[in-house]
């Protein structure tokens, strides 16, 4: 018997890898060949669910001769709360001593965190000049660790507002553009695979990153409405799967990402005060991450949910996803991820296309976007789309020619 029970063990797992290896290659051999669909396979990410590093030691300081709110266990209005009865030493203080625990604690001050920030990349930026400088080690961890310190560098630019940042494994950033704490309108922005600190912002094809998506869309609604408030967070906030590996084609990194995602969405809710609750624009495999969240999504009024570029959100319909969000769905005809199979076996997969009409989601034109990343391309139906529902100017909003 256990030797049955081996063999069936093994069995399993060689099946879930050629399942892996068949939704991996339908979608590579597109464009790239069957050596990057075998490479695809790989590239297993570990996903970050602990508070950032500096916690234990906030936990264990009474230095207030009270005791700090836990990051692991504390709500946001505790938080905030927390906030409220420091003087403004005190509060510096802490953001001084803890960066990495002020700047990712929603329900903080937003100065608070943006200021915690800039001291823990300026830390990570010293950190790794000192690793790419050292000798002792070989030349490509030099060579990471240079890559790593340019990459923090480019964020400690006057202008910029890090609304969160975490240096454990690839990096984790989040960033504002306008002034969220007076916005009327806010959207968050969920970006796919490959999205880390070292592809968070790039200068060449800016679209393919989340900070060129969140800054096309600020622009598209300043143009729209130059007179009304409106903010845009490009949320880095949780570990993305790398390439078309097997985090690609299934929800673990997602389950793991939904809670985060809530938790910012909450602080959002103590720190802001917009007229409608914040409009998540979820792209590629960052749908699956909204999809997993969306059940546990309540406000007064429906929250906004935009998937565009979806390989699927892990439900059947929208009925699934709760009643607490409004759903809209997009995709261009030359995005590759439609040669993705839309369903869900043994776990791999995300279910049913959102852009079907049997799915329930509001269908839009993403006419003029190409590819899976030109959806905020300036011009196109799609950007002008996102826009609309961002400032919930819904009566503005293009539906496909054909339906």
């Known amino acids: 018997m256990p030797h049955q029970d081996a063999r069936s063990v093994q069995r399993r797992r060689r099946i879930k890898r050629v399942l892996i290896g068949v939704f991996a290659t339908t979608v590579v051999l597109v464009d790239t060949g069957a050596a990057a669909a075998q490479a695809a396979v790989g590239n297993e990410q570990l996903a970050i669910t602990t508070p950032p590093a500096g916690s234990t030691q906030w936990v264990a300081d009474h230095s207030l001769g009270r005791l700090l709110p836990d990051p692991a266990t504390a709500d946001a209005r505790s938080v905030a709360a927390f906030f409220a009865s420091l003087t403004a030493a005190q509060a510096d203080r802490l953001a001084t001593d803890y960066p990495l625990v002020v ?49 923090s560098e480019h964020l400690l630019a006057p202008e910029r507002q890090i609304l969160a940042f975490d240096p454990r494994g690839r990096g984790l950033v989040s960033e504002v553009y306008g002034d969220l704490a007076q916005a009327r309108r806010v959207a968050v922005l969920v970006p796919g695979s490959d999205a880390d600190l070292g592809h968070f912002d790039q200068a060449v094809d800016p679209l393919r990153s989340p900070a060129g998506m969140g800054r096309a869309l600020y622009a598209e609604e300043q143009r729209k409405a130059a007179g009304t408030p409106v903010a845009v967070i490009a949320w880095t906030g949780y570990v993305t799967p790398v390439g078309l590996g097997p985090d690609a084609v299934t929800d673990r990194l997602a389950q793991a990402a939904a809670p985060r995602l809530g938790r910012l969405l909450d602080g959002l809710s103590v720190t802001t005060d917009p007229a409608a609750p914040p409009a998540l624009f979820c792209h590629s495999y960052g749908t699956v991450v909204c999809g997993t969240a969306a059940p546990a999504i309540h406000d007064s009024a429906p929250t906004d949910l935009v998937v565009f570029g979806s390989p699927g959100m892990g439900v059947a319909d929208v009925a699934d996803l709760g009643t607490g969000v409004r759903v809209w769905a997009t995709r261009n005809p030359t995005d590759w991820i439609g040669n993705v199979p839309y369903l869900e076996v043994g776990g791999l997969g995300h279910g049913a296309d959102p852009t079907a009409a049997a799915f329930g989601a509001t269908r839009l034109s993403a006419a003029g976007a190409e590819g899976h990343t030109g959806y905020l391309a300036e011009g196109t139906d799609s950007l002008h789309n996102f826009a609309d529902i961002a400032l919930g100017d819904y009566t503005d909003v293009v539906r496909p020619v054909r339906s």
């Open 103 to 151: 700047g990712n604690l929603d329900g903080a001050p937003l100065p608070l965190r943006y200021r915690a920030n800039r001291l823990a990349i300026a830390a990570e930026r010293d950190r790794a000049r000192a690793r790419a400088a050292d000798l002792q080690l070989d030349a490509d961890t030099r060579a990471r660790a240079e890559a790593r310190a340019n990459d």
